[in-house]
């Protein structure tokens, strides 16, 4: 379970006339999600499947988002996901993947939906304690 939304986020806005990015800043939108994951393991110490399925509730909309989605760990160190949103006004397919190299992780999503707003998102992870990882 995690609750979203505290505090306020930058949203970027583009000028095509001025050819301007100027930053503003956002009210978040507040929610809370209820999901669980199962992890099936081929070895005893990798995951090679994961499965998740939430439920998210926006408040101040309409509706919940229902969310599901598969992280398949072909190897060590290569993870592929894919997963699928459905709400009252939101139907998006996201895919995504991470490549781990010993304690650093590149994480990378991405949705291509013309229904949502198409994003790009990279994260670069470190662990601190091997017993965390997967």
């Not at 929610?31 to 393991?41: D, E, F, I, N, W």
């Not at 909309?61 to 006004?89: D, H, M, N, T």
């Not at 939101?90 to 229904?115: C, H, K, N, P």
Request: proline share 4%; aromatic share 12%; net charge neutral.
């Amino acid at each position: 379970m995690s609750f979203q939304g505290i505090g306020s986020g930058i949203e970027y806005n583009f000028d095509p006339m001025t050819t301007q990015t100027t930053p503003d800043r956002e009210t978040l939108s507040q929610s809370l999600q209820l999901g669980v994951t199962m992890k099936l393991r081929a070895l005893e110490d990798r995951p090679v499947l994961l499965a998740t399925v939430t439920n998210q509730k926006i408040f101040g909309s309409r509706g919940i988002i229902y969310k599901g989605g598969i992280e398949v760990w072909p190897v060590q160190f290569l993870a592929c996901r894919i997963g699928y949103w459905v709400g009252r006004e939101t139907v998006a397919a996201r895919f995504g993947g991470a490549l781990r190299i010993g304690m650093w992780q590149v994480d990378y999503a991405a949705s291509t939906t013309e229904l949502e707003p198409q994003f790009h998102q990279f994260a670069l992870s470190y662990c601190f304690s091997a017993r965390t990882m997967h």
